[in-house]
């Protein structure tokens, strides 16, 4: 597709070593790399963030259900010019629906519900500290992905949840070594524990 920009990236989880990028195809055509530097909304890939939140403050399991049903979080809940109702995919409604299940079809409803349960200012502090380095407005829109964020904070963010809550920075250089092999300089990536390894787990179950 004439036009396309697309960037590739692919991390360790349990070391931050990235294993491959791919940031463009011409260096004259377009100077920014795509993986790290481009950003776009996120779209419904923040969606697990949002479950996330929910799942390791109110200890939610994949089997707990939702009404899959029209919900309006009202403006005065969070300073919103006005009141916010999200709809679903082909407005398609009805019945009940298991977390894994809303994740999994991407039910919009449910995660309107689930960001209102915890507010949207607990899930931007978890995916700051999940490695998410641009601005996330404090907003329940963001539930539905309207954030700009880069590949390379979307895959090292991802990569927490299969490292058992466990962050750790991205590192593309591990070492310096002079012609010898002589190590000048060795690297060792920051981490943090952003989530309980237990609503980690539960994360990558809703996830399959």
Known sequence: IEGLRIGVASVRPETGEVVAMYGGADYLVNQLNNATQMIGQAGSTFKPFVYA??????????????????????????????????????????????L????????????????HSVGPKTVVRLAKKAGISSYIPPYPSIALGTLD???????????MFANKGLRINQMIVLRIEDRNGTVLQHFTPETSQVLSEESAYTVLELLK
């Not at 916010?84 to 019945?95: A, E, I, V």
């Not at 894994?100 to 960001?115: D, E, F, P, Q």
């Open 53 to 98: 939140s929910a799942i390791d403050q109110l200890q939610m399991s994949p089997c707990d259900e939702y009404p899959n049903t029209p919900y309006t979080i009202p403006k005065e809940a969070y300073g919103m010019e006005d009141d916010w109702t999200p709809r679903n995919s082909g407005d398609t409604y009805g019945g009940v629906l298991t």
């Open 100 to 115: 894994k299940r809303a994740l999994a079809k991407s039910v919009n409803v449910v995660t309107a519900r689930l960001i």
């Open 149 to 159: 964020a880069s590949l390379y904070d979307m895959v090292g963010a991802y990569a």
